[in-house]
Nanobody, 126 residues
């Protein structure tokens, strides 16, 4: 079993920055990719960004391109989400997820992931 623990959420003003971290632990961690999703009140959980673990290939939803950066530290089994130029519409609970293997439907859907963290709240005030 793999455990994912997010940290780094909080309250920030519009235009500010936050960095989320997600530490993976458990049995020998081996992941195809890791991703970040978010869920705002009354909305579906949506894909934000993903990174393949070995190659470091990144993927982003259009609404965060140029503002968010996903990265990973293989030695620490940790993935990060650097969020800059935050907007009130970025307010949500952010979830980290891990995909054990590649699936045909790609990394932009919830079904691609096997493990999930508990989430961390990000609130952006206007």
């Amino acid at each position: 079993q793999v455990q994912l623990v997010e940290s780094g959420g909080g309250l920030v003003q519009a235009g500010g920055s936050l960095r989320l971290s997600c530490a993976a632990s458990g049995r020998t961690f081996s992941s195809y990719a890791m991703g970040w999703f978010r869920q705002a009140p009354g909305k579906e959980r949506e894909f934000v960004a993903a990174i393949t673990w070995r190659a470091g290939t990144t993927f982003y939803v259009d609404s965060v391109k140029g503002r968010f950066t996903i990265s990973r530290d293989i030695a620490k089994n940790t993935v990060y989400l650097q969020m800059n130029s935050l907007k009130p519409e970025d307010t949500a609970v952010y979830y980290c997820a891990a995909a054990s293997y590649s699936r045909s439907n790609g990394l932009g859907v919830r079904e691609a992931y096997d493990y999930w963290g508990q989430g961390t709240q990000v609130t952006v005030s206007s």
